[in-house]
């Protein structure tokens, strides 16, 4: 097996100049003020491609922005790799918490800081340095290779499944492998091998036709607000387990190798809780936090209102009170069989004197990797000559609900190896890549093509 | 006894002419670019209980509005009667909803449409011309009578209790009259004889240092919109009966003259529901709504307040959440003792996992008259005479917290008989005044002054 590390080593300064480059343009896409640099982002990713070697790389117009294309046929008979990933990136807001400004790229303590350095440009680019250095030093790639890289992930990727609806065959691979996922550590590859799906809803109570006075009415007139507090409250039992009919029908047992995979975590409650600033912590009784993350689904109130919410006391018995829920979904979970449970279950704890609409907002499935696929092992080996340990395969507890949907349209295991490190400020001010992870990661990427054609996936 | 009704309709159209005048002021209080204005209303006040033929009447200046100040005496052994009213009014918003412009007082079907109709010029003006009525007819008063009309009743009469304090022996009296209640229709007086006092508080609670992501933290951090949720649950049962322990200890049985008082009011669940425009009525189990309205305590969450609350679907594990709750409070309930009961009630419900804090806003005690004192009998007498029906006794389930005030600092029993008749739109667009009941009123207040000489107070 070649060693790619020397040349990566010895190219290293001109790959973060280069990346520096991509990482100016200020592809945000969440603001139409933007739009010129969200395509001048797109080309400056094609020309890289082609650079590297690829034989084949175009934008495609979408009805949103444009996809880049690319595409590198070895041998027909070699396993097909689809690359996935975005060039669009979020907003610099808030502007004034960033040390360096966000669309200036400045090296620190051995991190490279700007907007998009690992969501989700730096990741791309590591895949575009590693074909690269495998063509730059002759060993050429081993697999057949397509990258479809959008501009609209940060925005719900809206034209996404569209797109992959209509060119099914250009598309067509045998695992789709995206980067935009997260390690434990610097010296601890991952790979995430499951994610939680999502329901939005929305609850909404009406009362009185209109706000009235608390005094003339008070105790006659049953309150939206107390009402939906006690529906609210009612979701979840003394356990903290969810009320609804069903809910845990569906959720697997963790098994002796779940446990194992836990096991090799690093993982630290109280650094946890110091994180997310909690007095401390909670959740379903019986269960650790990780498995509380990882392997049960979970229900939040992510939003409420109601009333006179400004300053000082104005005696109003209020028309209206809402709530935004959200629940998270784990194994065989149905967004939109949860849905309907959800609805039926709030409906059936209204109390009498309210009115109350159940509005769903959005869903997406939940999602495990067939871990058995020969990929895994390749990855596997990849990652731990890169870094020096063998990946843990993590979870996480959010959704990306794309995943589910490329394994679908496209019949293909979805593969997630992911760079970014734990308080690496993805979607915050001072987003950062750490520069021995790019390096190793760029190596981890070169190897793994070899390992994909010698054990197919 | 003499008849001042022929001399009252003769001088009908004068009155109101001369009410249109001062309605035309702009006494917004809240609103300091109507300070001339509200001066102005004060001035003219003066001006004309100086012309009805009250001896003595000045503005006497405050840290905020002037008050204004008149006194008559006719007799040292006479009975002094003590009238309290306001002369500033709420702000005209929402402008575009008046039929009629707010401050252009005009004639509807047997209505005075403006603001300050009834809240409370209207009502201090009738007590103006009963005086002027006795003093053209020749009658005369028979009791020592002091007017003392504020200019910050609607920014909560910030300086009242400091004026009263210093002026007790200025402002002595036997009773105090108010005219800024209702009665139950135009041809049915009605004498308020107890308020509900108030205690209005705050909840925050704080869970995580900053917004979480729901999925990378959702099942393992408390969430204080559903703690909350749970806190507001828990604070009646299921009978609709407040938690608080103690809470119930000083309120007082409903006692079969209450009942009696209850008998004679014409009540329509059926009408007060659809003005409410509540799908049903509701509260604590084994009172009717009368009852709980006029002789049980309430407790309302008045807003409602945490996490993302605009369009769309964030998905948030918030920070905080926050609530305002106050409490409407009858007999011997005291607001200082509710306030801490509540205070230790919610902090023995906040579950692990998220920090507490109660708020305690402002308070109020509840108000109940001693309708043995004979000013009563002199009351009802007057009313039944002016209105062809006796005056039932009605009580609020609003809080007039200067009530209590008046009765302490001056000793001296209030009572109040108002002439709003229901949905005058205080505080709303197109407020109104009856014209039969503002000529039946001003005959009634003629009358009154002989009964309370006659009969003592």
């Known amino acids: 097996m070649p060693d790619f590390r020397d040349s990566i080593e010895q190219n290293l300064d001109g790959f973060l100049s280069e990346l520096g480059e991509w990482l100016r343009i200020a592809s945000v896409s ?133 797109f992959l609806e209509e060119n099914r065959d250009k598309l067509s691979c045998d695992a789709v492998l995206i980067s935009d996922t997260g390690m434990l550590g610097a010296d601890l590859p991952a790979i995430t091998v499951a994610l939680r799906g999502i329901v939005y809803m929305e609850v909404h109570v009406r009362g009185p036709a209109k706000d009235l006075h608390s005094g003339s009415y008070g105790g006659a007139v049953v309150n939206p607000c107390i009402a939906l507090a006690g529906m609210l409250a009612a979701l979840k039992d003394a356990d903290g387990r969810v009320t609804i009919p069903g809910f845990y029908d569906l959720v697997r047992e963790i098994t002796d190798r779940d446990r194992a995979d836990l096991d090799a975590v690093p993982w630290d409650d109280e650094v946890f809780r110091a994180e997310a600033g909690s007095p401390t912590l909670g959740g379903e009784t019986g269960f650790s936090t990780l498995e509380r993350l990882w392997f049960r689904p979970a229900l939040d109130v992510n939003g409420v209102w109601g009333g006179f919410t400004g300053d000082g006391s104005k005696t109003v018995l209020p028309s209206r009170a809402a709530a935004k829920v959200s629940m998270r979904l784990v194994s065989d979970q149905d967004p939109v069989e949860i849905a309907k449970s959800f609805e039926r279950h709030v409906l059936n704890l209204a109390p009498e004197g309210v009115e109350v609409e159940v509005r769903h907002l959005h869903g997406g499935h939940p999602w495990v990797a067939d871990t058995s696929s020969p990929i895994f092992e390749a990855a596997d080996d990849a990652l731990e000559r890169a870094f020096g340990r063998k990946p843990v395969y ?64």
């Open 394 to 457: 993590m979870r996480e507890g959010g959704s990306i609900p794309i995943i589910p949907l490329f394994e679908q349209m496209l019949e293909a295991p979805a593969v997630l190896i992911g760079f970014s490190l734990p308080g690496a400020n993805l979607h915050a001010p001072d987003e950062w890549l750490d520069l021995s992870v790019y390096q190793n990661g760029i190596g981890a990427l070169a190897d793994l093509y070899d390992g994909i054609a010698e054990r197919g996936v």
């Open 30 to 162: 969440t603001d139409g003020a933007h739009q010129d640099e969200v395509q001048q982002a797109a080309e400056w990713l094609r020309d890289k491609l082609r650079a590297a070697g690829l034989e084949h790389a175009e934008l495609i117009p979408t009805a949103g922005n444009p996809m880049v294309f690319a595409e590198h046929v070895v041998d027909p008979s070699a396993p097909t790799l689809l690359i996935y990933g975005h060039y669009d990136v979020q907003p610099e807001d808030p502007v004034d918490l960033w040390t360096s400004p966000a669309f200036e790229p400045t090296v620190r303590d051995g991190r490279l800081y700007a907007r998009g350095t690992v969501d989700d440009k730096g990741q791309i680019h590591m895949h575009v340095k590693a074909i690269e250095t495998r063509m730059r030093t002759g060993a050429g790639v081993p697999v057949n290779l397509k990258f479809l890289i959008e501009g609209e992930e940060e925005i719900g990727s809206e034209h996404l499944a569209g």
